[in-house]
């Protein structure tokens, strides 16, 4: 009977697997919307002939893909359930999840409206098909990861590590990458930031006036020892040069130490130097590069912390201090990552060390110095340059883009009264024109200021609103952060135009010798973009997908204590989707981490696998000795 039962099984894991590769291969060859559906419909033939003209109007002469991908998927079906062996139930939410998210890129793309799902019978069809076909994509790839970061074996074992070779060895790799973008790429605001550090325009709260300080500083520094603006800036970027090798290479020096996997160390060793996002933005004057450096330094500081057994020596303490009032004072949002996680720090110390004073000491400490350091050095730094203090719209984009949506699509229905509300606060006559699914920008441009009354009957109409519209609120979220794990979707933009101005006078200028280099280091980048596999790690939504799939690996472990070093990543993803915008630099602290942090995973569940070994060793010989007395 076992026999029977077990062949079964496999006969209909192998039909699901064929389905499955079906699916796959179509989701990922065909058009989602077939243009002459009505035309195909309208024919006079069986329903079935009509439903195959137009699976064959979707691959749209692609036929010959869609055969050779399937075979090629099969193949990787087979080998993948071969080598898992996988319990069917393990990681279904997530694959789920990522599959619905990910075919939400064609209504939003062609139409931004859910409703494109279903509008038709065929497309019904369709979307049960792709949405199938992405599952099964994401749950055998996820499993597949998982069972070979549980499986790994080649760890080095006791091998003693140089930490300054190994910040030698990066420096080096790394150099040619920020001489290239001599003095120093800008973005907009970066050249906005260099105006108000050099006093030129007035400072405000739009960027982190710690940054844009710290840029005018060196940026003078350079002008009066050197008379040359641009000197000052190659001082900045070799600041930060240097404080991203000291930070990325402690990272790489701890896995060592550690004794991690060769061949995970060698990928996360690949992943440090050829990585768009990290090689491509060293030499670039970005607030956003100097932050995630100092939130992965964080992390790590979280990472000692637990492998400590949660407790703070005196150098972990000064650690998380430092890094975490760094993190705050190079982004705005630095503090909502922050606060939170010190915070869970200093629960988990007094839980775990309740009578022992010296750490409930250190703990407080890490609690209360980053606050008031931070505080301290913003309120210097606003009563000094005269800091104009920005509004609180910043941290309304999400309720302010529900109502814009709510407005263009319900304007009829909406009394006068809540009309009136809501032009107080936002300007109702434009509101609907300002409207855009992925930018809240324009709609928070109307916002008239704060008034506490105003705000408090807006936010009745808000939640009013909702329970009237729920699927108006649930698409204008969607329709701005689809993105985030959207495969499809590749955002890419480098930086290499060093030259600054103001009123027409020039600050800093480029040199035609480093920007001809710099462009085939430009086409570098793009063509790691292109390449199979390896697109994947300059590509943002791949690294939110990783944080989620690593995420459901911590919990299946029960590494719960890797939810306090997850705390200040996935409270940056809050901030990702509660934002006004969606862009990549964003997500700089998952490109950073993850890396790390899956080869510690990977060490943390060798450390359990032995020691469970061991304890059942143990046990088994004094139940031996029990036996023989």
């Known amino acids: 009977m076992n026999k029977i ?92 999840f990522l599959s619905v998210v990910t075919i939400l890129y064609y209504p939003y793309t062609f139409g931004n409206s859910l409703s494109l799902l279903f509008h038709t019978e065929f497309q019904v069809f369709q979307t049960i098909i792709f949405l199938f076909g992405f599952f099964e994509l994401f749950h055998i790839s996820i499993n597949v990861l998982y069972v070979y970061i549980e499986r790994i074996k080649d760890f080095d074992e006791n091998k003693e590590v140089c930490f300054w070779k190994i910040i030698l060895k990066l420096a080096l790799l790394w150099f040619p990458h920020v001489i290239v973008k001599f003095p120093g790429a800008f973005c907009p605001d970066s050249r906005g930031q260099l105006r108000q ?6 400072f405000n709260a739009h960027h982190p006036p710690f940054h844009s300080w710290l840029l005018g500083v060196c940026a003078s520094f350079g002008n009066k020892l050197f008379h040359s603006y641009n000197i000052g800036v190659f001082v900045f970027i070799l600041i930060q040069y240097l404080i991203m ?53 964080f992390i790590q500081f979280l990472v000692i912390f637990i492998d400590n057994k949660k407790n703070l020596t005196i150098a972990n303490s000064v650690g998380l201090i430092i ?15 922050i606060y939170p996680t010190v915070l869970l720090i200093l629960v988990a110390v007094i839980y775990k060390n309740k009578k022992n004073v010296v750490q409930l000491i250190r703990a407080c400490m890490v609690f209360v110095l980053p606050i008031i350091i931070s505080f301290s050095c913003s309120k210097v730094l606003e009563v000094c340059y005269d800091i104009q203090k920005g509004g609180i719209q910043e941290a309304l984009s999400f309720p302010f883009q529900q109502t814009a949506r709510t407005v263009l699509e319900h304007s009829d229905e909406l009394p006068e009264e809540e009309k009136e509300i809501i032009d107080r606060v936002l300007r109702y006559d434009t509101l609907a024109e300002r409207y855009r699914p992925d930018l809240s920008d ?16 807006y936010a009745k109409v808000w939640v009013n609103q909702f329970f009237r519209y729920p699927m108006t609120y649930c698409e204008a979220t969607l329709s701005q952060n689809y993105y985030i ?17 103001y009123m027409n006078q020039v600050i800093t200028f480029e040199y035609a010798f480093w920007d001809k280099i710099d462009r ?8 790691i973009n292109k390449l199979p596999v390896l697109n994947l790690i300059s590509n943002a939504s791949f690294w939110c997908i990783m944080l989620l799939v690593f995420s459901s690996f911590v919990w299946i472990k029960k590494e719960y204590d890797f939810l306090i070093i997850l705390c200040p990543l996935w409270l940056t993803m809050i ?16 490109t950073y981490s993850l890396p790390f942090l899956i080869g510690y995973f990977s060490i943390r569940v060798k450390e359990v696998s032995c020691a469970k070994k061991l304890k059942y060793n143990n046990e088994w010989r004094m139940n031996d000795e029990e036996l023989w007395r």
């Open 5 to 96: 039962w077990k062949t079964f099984y496999m006969k209909r894991r192998q039909m699901i697997l064929i389905f499955g590769a079906i699916c796959s291969a179509y989701a990922l060859t065909a058009e989602f919307f077939v243009s002459d559906f009505a035309d195909i419909m309208q024919q006079e033939q069986l329903y079935l002939y009509k439903v195959m003209g137009c699976i064959n109007s979707a691959l749209n002469g692609k036929e010959v893909n869609f055969s050779i991908l399937t075979i090629g998927i099969l193949f990787m079906y087979f080998a993948g359930w071969k080598y898992c062996s996988f319990d069917r139930s393990k990681f279904v939410i997530v694959a789920c």
């Open 197 to 202: 550090g050099l006093g030129l325009t007035p």
């Open 245 to 297: 090798v000291l930070v990325f290479g402690h990272a790489l020096y701890y896995l060592e130490k550690k004794g991690g996997s060769k061949s995970l160390k060698h990928i996360i060793w690949m992943i440090y130097c050829i990585c768009p996002f990290i090689i491509g933005y060293i030499g670039v004057v970005l607030k956003d590069i100097l932050y995630s450096t100092f939130c992965f330094a």
């Open 323 to 337: 890094s975490s009032v760094l993190a705050i004072l190079t982004r705005n949002n630095g503090k909502e990552v």
């Open 442 to 457: 324009p709609v928070k441009g109307g916002y008239t200021g704060w008034d506490k009354s105003n705000m408090i009957q």
């Open 485 to 501: 794990f959207c495969l499809f979707i590749n955002k890419q933009g480098y930086y290499h135009d060093s030259k600054a101005e």
């Open 520 to 527: 085939l280091f430009e086409m570098f980048y793009k063509a």
């Open 575 to 590: 901030c990702i989707v509660l934002g006004p915008v969606y862009a990549p630099r964003y997500t700089y602290p998952f």
